[in-house]
């Protein structure tokens, strides 16, 4: 099963769209309704928010707005389709195999302006909040780094457990592993990072790395007055391998992501 962020960008309007139908046939779908919730973290539990019912082959779009008024301000919020409703509070987020299918069950993230609007799929796959300790790392940022051209990442981590767990991530040269910024991030939560300013190099490109937790990074640029907007996430280590044995392609990965891990982790301290 998939969890959906909102991921507040002020002035900008969120919006989410959810489909309860799966993107390709797949005998796994039975074609029932299914419920819609919202969640958040207190730290110590998950609220769980029942937000309305939604019959088999429907779609809804929501923002925050729409959402029941008890949700607080300054939670990140995230929605989930479940097949029955669930208690008010939960120690930990289901992970259930509901709506799983290939390709993957989709989302839609629609932020909006006053003049345009940008989209992009916005799932969080269950599968991640399994992974009890993890590390993020992503080649090639799309950090816009022309004139007046505003660039921010919204780097989204999820775990199963409400704990909300500090951590850091860097923005850093490639080959030479020299640090361009820290940046405070948390699980939990969708954390909004303004990356303006940031000058790349083609000999030396950039990197995003955490070695504190796992998460979803995507990125979002526009023009000062938010005319007009770019929205998309760079390419997952997983992408850059195709075909063959999945137990062979994931001893590759491991071994590619171990070493820029060890060479990056040289310049971070712990």
């Given at each position: 099963m998939n969890y959906y962020f909102l991921p507040q960008v002020s002035p900008l309007k969120t919006e989410v769209t959810l489909a309860n139908f799966p993107p390709t046939t797949t005998a796994s779908w039975t074609g029932e309704s299914t419920y819609v919730h919202a969640t958040f973290s207190t730290g110590a539990e998950w609220k769980v928010v029942f937000v309305q019912e939604l019959a088999a082959?429907?779609?809804v779009s929501l923002s925050s707005d729409d959402l029941p008024g008890q949700l607080p301000d300054g939670n990140s919020v995230f929605l989930f389709m479940y097949p029955e409703r669930l208690p008010e509070s939960l120690g930990a987020l289901p992970t259930d195999p509901f709506m799983e299918s290939e390709p993957s069950w989709r989302g839609n993230i629609k932020l909006s302006s006053g003049t345009t609007s940008v989209s992009y799929q916005g799932e969080y796959p269950g599968s991640m909040l399994k992974i009890p300790k993890g590390t993020?790392?992503?080649?090639?940022?799309?950090?816009?780094?022309?004139?007046?051209?505003?660039?921010?990442?919204?780097?989204?981590?999820?775990?199963?457990?409400?704990?909300?767990?500090e951590g850091r991530l860097f923005v850093v040269h490639q080959v030479s592993g020299k640090i361009k910024k820290e940046c405070e991030v948390a699980t939990n939560k969708c954390n909004l990072i303004d990356l303006s300013g940031m000058e790349n190099?083609?000999?030396?490109?950039l990197c995003l790395y955490s070695p504190d937790l796992v998460g979803i990074p995507i990125f979002l640029s526009h023009d000062p007055s938010y005319r007009f907007l770019s929205f998309e996430h760079s390419y997952p280590l997983q992408e850059i391998v195709v075909f063959g044995e999945i137990s062979k392609r994931f001893d590759f990965l491991k071994e590619v992501k171990n070493y820029w891990i060890d060479s990056l982790g040289k310049n971070v301290s712990y």
């Open positions: 082959g429907s779609t993020l790392l992503t080649f090639n940022p799309l950090i816009q780094t022309h004139s007046e051209v505003v660039t921010k990442v919204i780097v989204v981590s999820l775990l199963r457990a409400p704990e909300i767990k190099d083609s000999k030396d490109p």
